[in-house]
């Protein structure tokens, strides 16, 4: 029986080191079980796997049997208590829109001290509606801060689910929800962290007939997207629909962030970038690598300048770009210019 259990123990600790997820482990070890327990069924008495792996079938029956009813009380108790806490949110009162729950000012008390905010500011926030696309690299942190930040409305667009290579980035996600839908993962953390706020997840790719309609219901649109047709894409809808758009793009070591709104004379995403550059000088993360932390310095950075936009406090990156050298701690602003011949916001304003 020993060596069943340490068999089982080193197909844990192998898929641990490759990266397997646990439910896959946990089906080899189930597989380890089923196989034993036919060896038992299968081979006569005194056979030497069967004295080596416990004699008895017997053992591994009650052993699973316990494993069974654990299972069972695990995911009834998680049954009962997903009824109590639906029953416990209908009979909340709920606030009228807009407006604050009781124990909501308290969460965001650092903020209303802030000159900056207040609670004004705060009231801003919590009316807001944010779409944001992409729950990736530089979506998860965007989408931890505005919502716990008490922004009351963030959408979430992303045809992906999450895998084991996004984890050394994508902040938001975790290793038991590999598998998931990432704009699924997405709201589980975010209402974890704020129950305050309402999550729309969309799990689907951003296309022509659906964009300018889905950013007609937000303020705002975060662009935490890696390919340059959705891009192009989102700056079409967001100056079409008037609506501000802060953008962020990494490579490797560096990223960059700039607030792109026409609407108030500044440049739109194609007047700094008319065409998409050549594939082999714009290589995806997956292609090119990108340092773990980056996307949470910039995707941070994209919510401080959502909050500053819609609580109005400040100075936004508009007509700027904030480019961030990790390697070599250094950050610069380059001036970003209006095209009169853009052929997405030249004949704007």
């Not at 709920?94 to 008390?109: H, I, N, T, V």
């Not at 004004?120 to 990736?136: D, E, F, N």
């Not at 970038?273 to 773990?292: D, K, R, T, Y």
């Amino acid at each position: 029986m020993l060596l069943v259990l340490g068999l089982a123990a080193l197909l844990w600790g192998v898929g641990h080191l490759m990266g397997a997820p646990k439910q896959a482990r946990l089906y080899m070890i189930g597989l380890l079980y089923v196989a034993v327990l036919a060896l038992h069924l299968a081979l006569p008495f005194g056979h030497p796997l069967r004295m080596a792996t416990g004699e008895s079938a017997a053992l591994w029956l009650i052993l699973g049997g316990f494993v069974a009813l654990f299972l069972a009380y695990r995911t009834g108790l998680r049954h009962l208590r997903g009824r109590a806490e639906a029953r416990e949110a209908q009979s909340a009162p709920e606030p009228p829109p807009g407006q604050f729950a009781s124990g909501e000012l308290d969460r965001y008390a650092r903020h209303i001290v802030l000159r900056e905010l207040g609670g004004p500011g705060q009231k801003k926030l919590k009316q807001a509606r944010v779409l944001v696309i992409g729950a990736g690299g530089l979506g998860s942190p965007a989408l931890l801060y505005l919502a716990a930040a008490g922004v009351g409305t963030i959408g979430v667009i992303d045809d992906d689910v999450v895998d084991s290579g996004n984890l050394q980035r994508q902040v938001i996600h975790r290793d038991a929800r590999i598998g998931m839908p990432k704009v699924f993962s997405a709201e589980a953390a975010m209402k974890e962290l704020n129950p305050f706020i309402a999550v729309r997840p969309y799990k689907r790719r951003l296309s022509d007939d659906i964009a300018q309609d889905l950013l007609s219901d937000y303020d705002l649109v975060l662009d935490g997207t890696d390919n340059f047709d959705t891009r192009y894409l989102v700056n079409r809808s967001a100056v079409a629909r008037g609506i501000p758009l802060v953008s962020g793009a990494l490579s490797q070591w560096e990223g960059q962030l700039s607030v792109f709104d026409p609407g108030t004379n500044g440049p739109c995403y194609q007047c700094i970038f008319p065409q998409a550059p050549a594939p082999e000088l714009a290589p995806s993360c997956a292609e090119a690598g990108v340092l773990g932390p980056l996307p949470g310095v910039i995707g941070a950075m994209m919510a401080v300048e959502a909050v500053k936009q819609i609580a109005g406090a400040g100075q936004v990156l508009r007509g700027e770009m904030l480019i961030y050298d990790a390697l070599w701690g250094e950050t610069r602003k380059i001036t970003l210019k209006r095209r009169d011949d853009c052929p997405v916001c030249g004949q704007a304003g």
